[in-house]
Structures are given as structure tokens and as C-alpha cells.
Nanobody, 124 residues
Framework: QVQLIESGGGLVQAGGSLRLSCVASARTFSGYTMGWFRQAPGKEREFVAAISGTGTRTYYADFVKGRFTISRDNAKKTAYLQMNSLNLEDTAVYYC?????????????????WGQGTQVTVSS
């Protein structure tokens, strides 16, 4: 069982930045691919970014390329999502998720463990 706890959400003006963190309880954190997803009101949960266990490979949804950066610190068992140039459409609950192994996947059904989510609200 892996527990994931997100933090760092909040209210930010359009054009601003936030950094989300996800702390994991996994004993072998480096063995897990970590992903970030988001869910806006009335919409399905969608993939944002993923990072391999070693941190050497990343994968982004097209709508965040160049604005968001996923990273991880295996010594701290923490994954991050740096979000820059935020716009109103980025308003959502952001979730981190994990899956054992090296597959970088955008499919939410592939992820075994999920955090409780952190709210990001972008205002004009």
C-alpha cells in the first residue's frame, strides 16, 4: 500500500506560478512512475504529466508543454509539479498517482495509488 499526500495548491492570479508536491510512503519510491492528473468541475480526470522512477524520462500532455515541469527527489520520496504561466483553464483539483515500474503512461486506469488531491484556482 502506498499513500500519497499532495500539497501546494491554492489561489493564484492568471500568469502566476505554483509548485505542487506529492510525498509518498512507498519503501522503494524510485521503483514507481509518478503521474499528475487534474479534474475540473464537470469534466473527467485528465493526464497532466508523468516521470519515470529515475527521473530521466518525462511525458507531458500537449496543453502543458513549456509551462509545467514534473520532477522528483527520490531521497525525499517526493514528486513535484512546477506550474508556470497559469491560466483560467488550469483551475482544477490536481492529483498525484503512482504505478510500479517504468512505463510512462497517460492512462489513469494504469495507476494503482492516488492522493486525495489539492485544489488549484486561477483567477483573472
Amino acid at each position: 500500500q502506498v499513500q500519497l499526500i499532495e500539497s501546494g495548491g491554492g489561489l493564484v492570479q492568471a500568469g502566476g506560478s505554483l509548485r505542487l508536491s506529492c510525498v509518498a510512503s512507498a519503501r522503494t519510491f524510485s521503483g514507481y512512475t509518478m503521474g499528475w492528473f487534474r479534474q475540473a468541475p464537470g469534466k473527467e480526470r485528465e493526464f497532466v504529466a508523468a516521470i519515470s522512477g529515475t527521473g530521466t524520462r518525462t511525458y507531458y500532455a500537449d496543453f502543458v508543454k513549456g509551462r509545467f515541469t514534473i520532477s522528483r527527489d527520490n531521497a525525499k520520496k517526493t514528486a513535484y509539479l512546477q506550474m508556470n504561466s497559469l491560466n483560467l483553464e488550469d483551475t482544477a483539483v490536481y492529483y498525484c498517482a503512482s504505478v510500479w515500474g517504468g512505463l510512462l503512461t497517460p492512462r489513469r486506469e494504469e495507476y494503482n495509488y492516488w492522493g486525495q488531491g489539492t485544489q488549484v484556482t486561477v483567477s483573472s
